[in-house]
């Protein structure tokens, strides 16, 4: 577990959707979903056509709110296409202050999220950590990485 000042970052070895909070994952501006995690997100959340209604761009948050339990999912917009793997640390960045910003208008405390660019982006772990210290440092708020059980 990573601590620093109100923000709780714990590791966790399991499924993210077991999780009882707000979720988050990374995806292409054009909401494809059709490799790795992201094809469950899809075929558990849905609403495509809502988020691409959204038009957000590369360094932007995609937003679906759901209900039972009632929270959102966060779709980090981090590159142009799902089939590539061109995503950059300034664009996880930038998607992951607007999820911050998110959350904090909306009084979600809590997120629950997978290895965020570590796998078919393949960004380097402990730069994507950094990030996340970054971006949450300051806020008493919690976030949980749930690393996938093979």
Known sequence: MYQKGFFNLRILTGDVFSANCSLAHCVGADFRMGAGIA??????FGQVD???????????????KVTNPDRYIYYLVTKESSFENDSTY???????????????????????????????DRMEWDRVVALLHNVFGKYDLDVTIYKYRR
């Open 39 to 44: 094809v469950k997100f899809r075929d558990l």
């Open 50 to 64: 809502y988020l691409k209604s959204q038009n957000v761009e590369v360094g932007g948050c995609g937003v679906i």
């Open 90 to 120: 300034e664009a996880m960045k930038n998607s992951l202050i607007a999820m911050r910003d998110h959350m904090l208008a909306n009084n979600v405390r809590n997120v629950a999220m997978p290895q965020i660019g570590s796998g078919l």
